[in-house]
T-cell receptor
Framework: GQNIDQPTEMTATEGAIVQINCTYQ??????LFWYQQHAGEAPTFLSY????GLEEKGRFSSFLSRSKGYSYLLLKELQMKDSASYLC?????????????FGGGTRLMVKP | EPEVTQTPSHQVTQMGQEVILRCVPI?????FYWYRQILGQKVEFLVS????????KSEIFDDQFSVERPDGSNFTLKIRSTKLEDSAMYFC????????????FGNGTRLTVT
């Protein structure tokens, strides 16, 4: 099975930078995904990492260290609309179904 | 941009009744999924479907649940005899392949069992 941990809540200030951490344990790692979920809405895809290192996409970046079972999502120049839950999810190669297993999510509150 | 569509957006049903939740995945996607999210909790995997059969299912997906692809576009989740604890948001998702292919989620069906 998989175990995915991320902080429950974080608070940051508009214009600042915030880093949301995720640690995971899985038997057959085959990629890590970050999703954003606004309250009452569907998760939307943000980023994907399968190799070690940093992937940058505009204001959002995601980092992966497979040896440490660790990822983070970095959000720069925070805006009020970034207030949402951020979900870390892992794909396990040992699962025939190609599904993602999600962590509990980190609720980010951006304050003026 | 193509999207996953789900109907209805809200469904209220009485305990013991059958419900069918409907989804139209993105047309060139090969993998289909159902997830649920109880209010305030994590997104939980129910079932994945590929090549017209279930490829993986979770412990939640017991005999009360079934999935079907009745035609070339729809993908349905049936709950035969709903329980109070089935109240949740049900998300359908699809992905083009496995590997680096992300899941694209529909807007969900909020199921309330009374």
């Amino acid at each position: 099975g998989q175990n995915i941990d991320q902080p429950t809540e974080m608070t940051a200030t508009e214009g600042a930078i915030v880093q949301i951490n995720c640690t995971y344990q899985t038997s057959g790692f085959n990629g890590l995904f970050w999703y954003q979920q606004h309250a009452g809405e569907a998760p939307t895809f943000l980023s994907y990492n399968v190799l070690d290192g940093l992937e940058e996409k505009g204001r959002f970046s995601s980092f992966l260290s497979r040896s440490k079972g660790y990822s983070y999502l970095l959000l720069k120049e925070l805006q009020m609309k970034d207030s949402a839950s951020y979900l870390c999810a892992v794909r396990d190669a040992n699962n025939a179904g190609n599904m993602l297993t999600f962590g509990g999510g980190t609720r980010l509150m951006v304050k003026p | 941009e193509p999207e996953v569509t789900q109907t209805p957006s809200h469904q209220v049903t009485q305990m013991g009744q059958e419900v069918i939740l409907r989804c139209v995945p993105i047309s060139n996607h090969l993998y289909f999924y159902w997830y649920r999210q109880i209010l305030g909790q994590k997104v939980e995997f129910l079932v994945s479907f590929y090549n017209n059969e279930i490829s993986e299912k979770s412990e939640i997906f017991d005999d009360q649940f079934s999935v079907e692809r009745p035609d070339g576009s729809n993908f349905t989740l049936k709950i035969r005899s709903t329980k109070l604890e089935d109240s949740a948001m049900y998300f359908c998702a699809s992905s083009r392949t496995g590997g680096d292919s992300p899941l694209h989620f529909g807007n969900g069906t909020r199921l309330t069992v009374t």
